[in-house]
C-alpha cells in the first residue's frame, strides 16, 4: 500500500532543512509521475527567503525577521521642521508569521 504524502505544501521549515536555516525553506509542492519500470520520478518543489536580523527602519532598530514572515510598518505624521513639511515617520514595525511551521523530514528526501 502506498504511503500518503505529508500535508505540507505552503509550510515553511519548523527546523534548519538542507542549508537553510528555520524557517528560511518553504515548501511549494510535488508533482510526480509512475515511470516505465515501476518506480516514480517526483520532483520537489521549494523557495527560498533569508532570515534577516537587526534591520533599522527610521528609529526604530534591531527588528529580527525570519524567512517568510511579513514586515509592516506603521507611520505617523511629523513636522519636519527643516524642511516645513509634514512627513511620514515610523512608529512601530510588526511582524507576522503567514505559513505554518511544519517538519520536512517527514517528504523523506
Not at 27 to 54: C, H, M, Y
Amino acid at each position: 500500500m502506498a504511503r500518503r504524502p505529508p500535508r505540507l505544501r505552503w509550510h515553511s521549515s519548523r527546523r534548519t532543512y538542507g542549508r537553510k536555516s528555520r524557517p528560511e525553506c518553504l515548501f511549494l509542492g510535488a508533482a510526480g509521475a509512475k515511470r516505465g519500470s515501476g518506480d516514480w520520478e517526483i520532483t520537489f518543489r521549494f523557495a527560498a527567503s533569508p532570515n534577516v536580523s537587526n534591520l533599522t527602519i527610521g528609529a526604530i532598530t534591531g527588528i529580527d525577521k525570519k524567512g517568510w514572515e511579513y514586515l509592516w510598518v506603521r507611520y505617523a505624521d511629523q513636522v519636519d521642521d527643516g524642511a516645513k513639511a509634514l512627513v511620514k515617520r515610523p512608529v512601530a514595525a510588526y511582524i507576522e508569521r503567514v505559513y505554518e511551521y511544519g517538519d520536512f523530514n517527514l517528504l523523506g528526501i
